[in-house]
Each structure stands twice: as structure tokens, then as C-alpha cells.
């Protein structure tokens, strides 16, 4: 498992607007533990903290639930200004 790198404040307020407005998004981001690259869509619920970690609760396109790491996405979308 890669260490956990802090992300930018924006980051995470691009993801809270995505969640109160109810928006997908197309990502693409690594799991934590195989480091196997994933992509697609998915309705963003609630960004949370555990062990020092913040991870992005979501449904994918199949209405599955998915965490994912912040520090492993590697495509955010630029902050709405």
C-alpha cells in the first residue's frame, strides 16, 4: 500500500459541491491495496476520514458502493469558481 499523500483543500471542496449538487463524476483512480487502476462513473455521497486517510464514499454506475482513496484519483475535475 502507497503511504497517503495530503490533498489540496480544493480537492476536496470540488468534491463536497459535487455531492450537495448531486453530480457525477468520471474518474479514474487507483485501488489502495493491488494498485489496479479503475475508471468510470460515480455519484459522489460523502468524503470521510479514517486512520489519517480521506476517502470519497460513492455509488458506480451500477449503484455499487465504492471507496476510494483521495490521494488516488488521478484525474479531479478543476474547482468550480
Same mark, same amino acid.
Given at each position: ?5 495530503? &490533498? ?7 468534491? +463536497? ?14 485501488? +489502495? ?8 462513473? &460515480? ?17 458506480? +454506475? ?20
Amino acid at each position: 500500500m502507497k503511504p497517503y499523500q495530503d &490533498v489540496p483543500r480544493h480537492v476536496t471542496e470540488r468534491l +463536497e459541491i459535487a455531492i450537495l449538487t448531486g453530480e457525477t463524476l468520471a474518474l479514474h483512480w487507483a485501488d +489502495e491495496h493491488s494498485d489496479q487502476a479503475w475508471m468510470g462513473r &460515480v455519484t459522489p455521497l460523502e468524503v470521510i476520514e479514517q486512520a489519517g486517510r480521506r476517502y470519497l464514499k460513492a455509488t458506480n +454506475e451500477q449503484g455499487e458502493p465504492v471507496t476510494i482513496r483521495l490521494d488516488l484519483i488521478r484525474n479531479l475535475p478543476t474547482p468550480v469558481k
